[in-house]
């Protein structure tokens, strides 16, 4: 049985297991999430990390996150030093303090998600160099919730995501409009996970 260290330990906490194997099971994951927008699929390569970072997304930062990449976490992330002492350990990221220079942001609950404007947005030139963002949320679904078109999806799909902020909608149509420029948002709870890359749109009255 998997020991994971105690809260006083010190010690740093695992990563994937077999890394050559399970990083490249989790890159399919994401990749699929993102080029099937609004599908929620579950995440085989979950991980066990620091509080407050929920498995699926520790999954995302371990496929995702490297030497050359920036992190941006959320205020309660940013409390918790054994998850930096995690993400600079098994990563090598850079953890930064402005979420503009942010190649990917970490949030803590879908509750509370800031607004996108306030990330990297790219360039029309450059659309690569923008801030992806991984949002812990407690439930996903695809029987309810709003309805998104764009491509990767044949006609329409709903998404169902909660909690969520009152103004997430709001921003995700900003967003889109935006496009090339934009942010990728992945959702993730504790064993699933759903993508909303910018070129997915609200479908016409939701």
Same mark, same amino acid.
């Given at each position: ?19 050559? #194997? ?7 994951? /994401?990749? #699929? ?6 599908? /929620? ?31 941006? %976490? ?6 918790? +030093?054994?998850? &930096? ?12 303090? &402005?979420? &503009? ?6 949030? &803590? ?23 992806? #963002? $991984?949002?812990?949320?407690?439930? %996903? ?5 709003? %309805? ?8 329409? $799909? ?22 090339? +420029? ?13 993508? %909303?890359?910018?070129?997915? +749109? #609200?479908?016409?009255?939701?």
């Amino acid at each position: 049985m998997r020991q994971d260290p105690s809260p006083d330990s010190g010690a740093i906490w695992p990563g994937f297991s077999a890394p050559a #194997l399970q990083s490249q099971s989790a890159f399919r994951t /994401v990749m #699929l999430a993102l080029s099937e927008p609004g599908k /929620v699929r579950e995440a085989t390569e979950r991980v066990n990390a620091p509080d407050p970072l929920n498995p699926v997304a520790a999954m995302v930062l371990l496929t995702l996150c490297d030497v050359d990449t920036s992190v941006w %976490l959320d205020a309660e992330m940013r409390a918790h +030093r054994e998850l &930096s002492d995690f993400i600079r350990f098994h990563t090598g990221s850079t953890i930064v303090e &402005s979420p &503009s220079r942010a190649q990917f942001a970490f949030v &803590s609950s879908s509750r509370r998600v800031p607004d996108l404007k306030n990330f990297a947005q790219g360039s029309d030139s450059y659309p690569d160099r923008s801030t992806t #963002l $991984i949002v812990q949320t407690e439930a %996903l679904t695809n029987d309810a919730g709003t %309805l998104l078109q764009g491509p990767g999806i044949e006609t329409s $799909i709903r998404l169902g995501i909660a909690p969520l902020s009152d103004t997430f909608w709001d921003c995700v149509r900003s967003n889109h409009r935006q496009f090339p +420029r934009g942010v990728d948002v992945i959702f993730c709870t504790n064993t699933h996970l759903a993508g %909303l890359p910018r070129s997915t +749109r #609200l479908a016409s009255g939701a």
